[in-house]
T-cell receptor, first 115, second 116 residues
């Protein structure tokens, strides 16, 4: 079965410092991987995805993620965190069973950026 | 223009009542989904329709009944509401087939259901 895991419930960083939110995946075959952000009382917003190609993927709001096949990881990164980046972040993998487009989400990581 | 819109945003109701949540997408996508987010923020797929055909029906009580009158609309009706149904329900859409398929899902703002 496919799955993603986000090992940290919460990540705390100081504004201006680099941030990393971790995600590891378990799939058979080539994974389609995604990151989403959820602000309080809002829906999920798409940040970036890896389908194929360059292992470093750039997305919205200055975020990027690195696909690492040997470590089965897809960590989300940003060189310089902003207080406004504080939110709940979800990693997801596309279900390869059937052509439903269904995404399987990790449990989420709360990012707290302090001034 | 809102891409995926759900109504109502908030629902407060008594146990045993029946309620519906409506969703519409104007992205021209062929597939729509209902996800449930529980109090621990965990997201779980409930249903999916592709061009009005049910393609995902996860282990959900049959008090929950989705309906898709056309590919731009997906509604969720819940009968005999229970306390455990309290959650945020998200509608989403994506383009699954054809040259325009992208992979990512586009989400609505959510409908927060509180059962008293």
């Amino acid at each position: 079965a496919q799955s993603v895991a986000q090992p940290e419930d919460q990540v705390n960083v100081a504004e201006g410092n680099p941030l990393t939110v971790k995600c590891t995946y378990s799939v058979s075959g080539n994974p389609y991987l995604f990151w989403y952000v959820q602000y309080p009382n809002r829906g999920l917003q798409f940040l970036l995805k890896y389908i194929t190609g360059d292992n470093l993927v750039k997305g919205s709001y200055g975020f990027e993620a690195e696909f690492n096949k040997s470590q089965t990881s897809f960590h989300l990164k940003k060189p310089s965190a902003l207080v406004s980046d504080s939110a709940l972040y979800f990693c997801a993998v596309r279900d390869i069973n059937g052509n439903t487009g269904k995404l399987i989400f990790g449990q989420g990581t709360t990012l707290q950026v302090k001034p | 223009d809102t891409a995926v819109s759900q109504t109502p945003k908030y629902l407060v109701t008594q146990m045993g009542n029946d309620k519906s949540i409506k969703c519409e997408q104007n992205l021209g996508h062929d597939t729509m989904y209902w996800y449930k987010q529980d109090s621990k923020k965990f997201l779980k797929i409930m249903f999916s329709y592709n061009n009005k055909e049910l393609i995902i029906n996860e282990t959900v009580p049959n008090r929950f009944s989705p309906k898709s009158p056309d590919k731009a609309h997906l509604n969720l009706h819940i009968n005999s509401l229970e306390l455990g149904d309290s959650a945020v329900y998200f509608c989403a859409s994506s383009q699954v087939s054809g040259r325009a398929r992208t992979g990512e899902l586009f989400f609505g703002e959510g409908s927060r259901l509180t059962v008293l």
